[in-house]
Structure formats: structure tokens, C-alpha cells
């Protein structure tokens, strides 16, 4: 059991959790990730570890309510547990002094980009980060990108903050200028890192992207996280999560994202109602203790 030390809402639909983790606050990289199942009966998802603290043994993971799992995981308070927590898993990211690295991300892949960006930072890199979001509202570690990286980019769809804008438009903008990039880290939606490859792939520059593949047991056994690399199969749970981006079958993993969606919608569906029955049973019972109560108040008089 996994004790909750902190749980807040950071942006709409976005929650920050952290817990209490030592061992795996102790062994964790930048660009690893953690598999959790709230309880006996859950599923098992993965969830980047945007921060640890080794020295009191915390693990940060950030998140966004998508589905059933992630909508319970948001109704845990501060003192609670999670059942299981596995990790760290995955490789961790290559981090040396390239030279100049350019670090995108998309709504919730923020969180796992922002740990590598520190770390490029401190191998003496020139960190120059792009960040983007449908709206200011969904906007999420800006002040500690901003702390780590040389430039901070800031674009949202609906122009509400920053400039208005995709993030492949500020990227194209660094290369067409003619500046020396070594490295680019894109992690966010799938579509999104698809077009940041197509954008870096005629200059050459390497390419990693952080895949969010469906995945289950986190070993390499079920086959559930497979995807094409360079026309070889890869299962990012052990092989990954970074990949070349060039290298990507992106319309076999855009086509594998959405092949469980009808079964999420109704696991979301199946759960909410349950939820709302057992507060139907709540109020029933706290309803029957105040009228007990209240029986025994006018008896006493």
C-alpha cells in the first residue's frame, strides 16, 4: 500500500499526487514511469514520474481525469493508499551535454518532459522548451519550465495565454532560422509528436518522443503497449517509452490508441453509476441515523 501525502488540482480535469514511494524515489530517472492499480478489483495504468524526492522517500506523479481509472483515482484524499504501485519502469532518457536541445510539450506531457528538461539543463545543455495547450486553463508547470529552461514558449490554441499558435510553429520557426539544434524531446499527444517529427525529420535532428501506449502488466509479456519502430516490433513498456521519433508507425499507434475507447466509455459509464448509487445508499443511511436521532432527542424530553 502507497500512502497519498499530497492530492490537488492543478488545472481543469488535472490533479498533482504525490506518494509516499521510497524505493522507487531512490532508483528513479528522468523519463521513467510507474504502473498503479487503485485497488484489488482495478486496472493497471501507467503514469509518468514527473518528480522524487530520494532524500524523504516521495514520488510526484500528474495526471489527467480520461477515464474510469483516472476519474477514481481523483476521488482519493490525502491520507488514503493506492494499492499498488510498480517502478520505476522503462529506460530512462539519454542525458549528456548535446549541445542545444529543444523540448516540446502537449497538454499532459508537460509533466514527464519537465524532469528531463532539468536534466538536460544540469548536463549543460541550452534548453530551449516549447509548451502548448488548448487553453490557458490547461496550462500546467509553466513557472518551473521556465526555471530550467534558457527560453520558454508558451502557445494555446484559443491564443488565451502565450502566443496563439501549435507548437510546431515556434519549432519551425528555431529551424528555419538556421540555429544549431542537437536534440529534440516532444512528448504529449500522439498527433502531436507525429507532426514535431515531420518538422525535425528534413534537418535530421535526432528525434525522441515518449510513446503512451496502452499497457497493462509493464514487462514485455502481454503485448499490449507493441509498436512499430523502424519496421521492427517494440513494446514501449521495456524497449521504451522513448523511441525515434522518425521511426514511429504513426498511423498503426494513432489506430491503437482508440482501439479500447468503447470499452472505456462503458467502464466510465459503469462506475459513475455505481458511484451514484452508493451515494443514493449514503444519504438513505445518514437520512435514517438523523431521524433515529432525533427519535431519541424527543423520547429524552
Not at 490525502?78 to 516540446?104: A, K, M, S, Y
Not at 519549432?171 to 525535425?200: H, R, W, Y
Not at 509493464?218 to 521511426?247: A, L, N, Q, S, Y
Request: charged content about 30%.
Amino acid at each position: 500500500m502507497f500512502k497519498i501525502i499530497v492530492h490537488e488540482k492543478i488545472a481543469t480535469d488535472v490533479y498533482r499526487m504525490v506518494l509516499e514511494a521510497p524505493l522507487i524515489a531512490k532508483k528513479r530517472k528522468a523519463g521513467q514511469f510507474i504502473i498503479i492499480r487503485l485497488d484489488e478489483h482495478g486496472e493497471r495504468i501507467p503514469l509518468t514520474i514527473a518528480d522524487a524526492n530520494p532524500e524523504v522517500g516521495t514520488i510526484t506523479i500528474i495526471y489527467q481525469t480520461v477515464g474510469k481509472t483516472t476519474m477514481q483515482l481523483a476521488t482519493k484524499e490525502v491520507g488514503g493508499f493506492i494499492q499498488d504501485v510498480v517502478g520505476p519502469l522503462g529506460h530512462p532518457t539519454e542525458i549528456r551535454n548535446f549541445g542545444t536541445c529543444v523540448c516540446v510539450g502537449g497538454g499532459i506531457g508537460k509533466a514527464p518532459l519537465f524532469p528531463i528538461a532539468e536534466a538536460l539543463k544540469k548536463a549543460g545543455n541550452e534548453v530551449i522548451s516549447i509548451v502548448g495547450a488548448r487553453g490557458a486553463d490547461l496550462i500546467i508547470l509553466e513557472e518551473e519550465l521556465r526555471v530550467v529552461s534558457d527560453e520558454l514558449i508558451v502557445c494555446t490554441d484559443d491564443g488565451s495565454h502565450g502566443r496563439k499558435a501549435l507548437v510546431t510553429e515556434p519549432l519551425k520557426e528555431i529551424l528555419e532560422s538556421g540555429k544549431k539544434v542537437d536534440l529534440v524531446v516532444a512528448i504529449g499527444p500522439t498527433v502531436m509528436m507525429k507532426f514535431v517529427s515531420k518538422v525535425t525529420e528534413p534537418y535530421g535532428i535526432k528525434t525522441l518522443v515518449s510513446l503512451n501506449s496502452i499497457m497493462i502488466d509493464g514487462t514485455g509479456m502481454c503485448g499490449g503497449c507493441r509498436v512499430t519502430i523502424g519496421g521492427e516490433t517494440k513494446f514501449t513498456c521495456v524497449d521504451g517509452p522513448e523511441f525515434d521519433g522518425h521511426k514511429v508507425d504513426w498511423e498503426q499507434m494513432i489506430k491503437r490508441m482508440g482501439s479500447y475507447k468503447p470499452y472505456e466509455t462503458i467502464a466510465l459509464e459503469r462506475w459513475e453509476h455505481r458511484r451514484e448509487q452508493d451515494m443514493e445508499a449514503r444519504k438513505e443511511r445518514l437520512c435514517r441515523l438523523e431521524e433515529e436521532i432525533r427519535k431519541a432527542t424527543s423520547h429524552g424530553r
